[in-house]
């Protein structure tokens, strides 16, 4: 079956420092990605999503990268300030499956003043 | 706009016990979602709603029922509490996927399960 995971569950970083958080996917007919935010008593809030057809989209701040070969996508944070303390998720559409997302695990970002 | 809205917040439950969780969104979205949170975990899809009078299950259905009479509401009923239950659940709507951009999910706040 196919299965979303995160490589790190936390990460702790100077703020300031840029932050990258990585996620691996199994199913190779994944064709869209998204990343969430989930900060503490929340539900998830929507950060930015990329297509198979792309290597790298650019947010405010934040940078999704692509590589299909290996299967793994990453979530890029540059100069990671407090309020970006959260748990982060990546999600796959799993091969258009009627819009169901499957969510790996998550990875806890901390950041430290 | 408010979003997507989840009452209760809390709540703690007797095993055995039943109860339902409300969902109302305000976007005219139609999918709606139910997932399921536990400690540490990621979301795991209980049901899931193309549209009102349509209803499927996702990964984890076993102990709970969904319903979607109007494109706004898409409650969960929990028959009979167990304390497996006990997680925090959160409700979601998206916009039909179209092959276009952002099947980004909306996301409620979440109702914290207690079966004791």
């Known amino acids: 079956g196919e299965s979303v995971g995160l490589h790190l569950p936390t990460l702790s970083v100077q703020e300031g420092d840029n932050s990258i958080i990585n996620c691996a996917y199994s199913?190779?007919?994944?064709?869209?990605f998204i990343w969430y935010k989930q900060e503490s008593g929340k539900g998830p809030q929507f950060i930015i999503d990329?297509?198979?057809?792309?290597d790298k989209r650019q947010g405010q701040r934040v940078t999704v990268l692509l590589n299909k070969t290996v299967k793994h996508l990453s979530l890029q944070i540059a100069a990671t300030q407090p309020g970006d303390s959260a748990v982060y998720f990546c999600?796959?559409?799993?091969?258009?499956?009627?819009?169901?997302?499957?969510f790996g695990k998550g990875t806890k970002l901390s950041v430290k003043p | 706009n408010a979003g997507v809205t989840q009452t209760p917040k809390f709540r703690i439950l007797k095993i055995g016990q039943s109860m339902t969780l409300q969902c109302t969104q305000d976007?005219?979205?139609?999918?709606m979602y139910w997932y399921r949170q536990d400690p540490g975990m990621g979301l795991k899809l209980i049901y899931y709603?193309?549209?009102?009078?349509?209803?499927d299950k996702g990964e984890v259905p076993n102990g709970y029922n969904v319903s979607r009479s109007t494109t706004e509401d898409f409650p969960l009923r929990l028959e009979l509490a167990a304390p497996s239950q006990t997680s925090v659940y959160f409700c979601?709507?998206?916009?039909?996927?179209?092959?276009?951009?952002?099947?980004?999910?909306?996301f409620g706040s979440g109702t914290r399960l207690t079966v004791v």
């Open positions: 976007m005219n979205h139609n999918y």
């Open positions: 199913n190779s007919a994944s064709d869209y």
């Open positions: 709603s193309v549209g009102a009078g349509i209803t």
């Open positions: 979601a709507s998206s916009n039909q996927p179209t092959g276009g951009v952002n099947y980004g999910y909306t």
């Open positions: 990329i297509r198979s057809n792309m």
């Open positions: 999600a796959d559409l799993g091969g258009g499956s009627q819009g169901n997302l499957i």
